[in-house]
């Protein structure tokens, strides 16, 4: 069984601060790691991933996640946040050829002007 | 091109009623998935199908749960005699396939199921 913790449910950050949002998971094999993000009434969107290599992976808006597996972390960090990136993000892991997504609760992040 | 869709959007039913949700994937998406996500929590894996394989159904909370799938397009959720413990918002995803874990999973705008 696997498992993925988010500590943090709300998270408020200023405009153009850096944020972390915390994803820790636990897995008794090896996993593939991805964050998902749900903007204001729109669905579920890929952010980015991890499969293997590079343990630093970086999305197309600035986000990046690097995967610590002594740590069994993968957190999202940005360096400056924008009012644009006000949304909810999910941590989830699957297994080596086990496909279904096992998701954290989110995280509600939001952007102060 | 088209990205998932579900139908309807919002369902509201009275506890022991039947509803079906309807998911249509991405044209070609061999793999489909349904997943559930109740008030301030996480997105709950339900069933996913991958191709003619038996569908994997560990995650399906009871046996008012079902789901069906034609081929490798329109799938079905169907949930006998609700109730309020029911109500969430219920998604579906699809991806090219499921063989290996790494391809994107997609998802759909979801449909917002209230159980009264």
């Known amino acids: 069984a696997q498992s993925v913790t988010q500590l943090d449910s709300q998270v408020p950050v200023f405009e153009e601060a850096p944020v972390e949002l915390r994803c820790n998971y636990s897995?008794?094999?090896?996993?593939?790691l991805f964050w998902y993000v749900q903007y204001p009434n729109q669905g579920l969107q890929l952010l980015l991933k991890y499969l293997s290599g590079s343990t630093l992976v970086e999305s197309i808006n600035g986000f990046e996640a690097e995967f610590n597996k002594s740590q069994t972390s993968f957190h999202l960090r940005k360096p400056s946040v924008h009012i644009s990136d006000t949304a909810e993000y999910f941590c989830?892991?699957?297994?080596?050829?086990?496909?279904?997504?096992?998701f954290g609760t989110g995280t509600r992040l939001t952007i102060i002007p | 091109g088209a990205g998932v869709s579900q139908s309807p959007s919002n369902k509201v039913t009275e506890k022991g009623k039947d509803v079906e949700l309807r998911c249509d994937p991405i044209?070609?998406?061999?793999?489909l998935y349904w997943y559930r996500q109740r008030l301030g929590q996480g997105l709950e894996f339900l069933i996913y199908?991958?191709?003619?394989?038996?569908?994997?159904k560990s995650g399906l909370p009871s046996d008012r749960f079902s789901a069906e799938r034609t081929g490798e397009s329109v799938s079905t959720l169907t949930i006998q005699r609700t109730q309020q413990e029911d109500s969430a918002v219920y998604l579906c995803?699809?991806?090219?396939?499921?063989?290996?874990?790494?391809?994107?999973?997609?998802f759909g705008p979801g449909t917002r199921l209230t159980v009264l």
């Open positions: 989830a892991v699957s297994n080596f050829g086990n496909e279904k997504l096992t």
């Open positions: 995803a699809s991806s090219l396939t499921s063989q290996s874990g790494t391809d994107t999973q997609y």
């Open positions: 199908f991958q191709g003619n394989s038996a569908p994997d």
């Open positions: 897995s008794s094999v090896s996993v593939y």
């Open positions: 044209s070609g998406h061999t793999a």
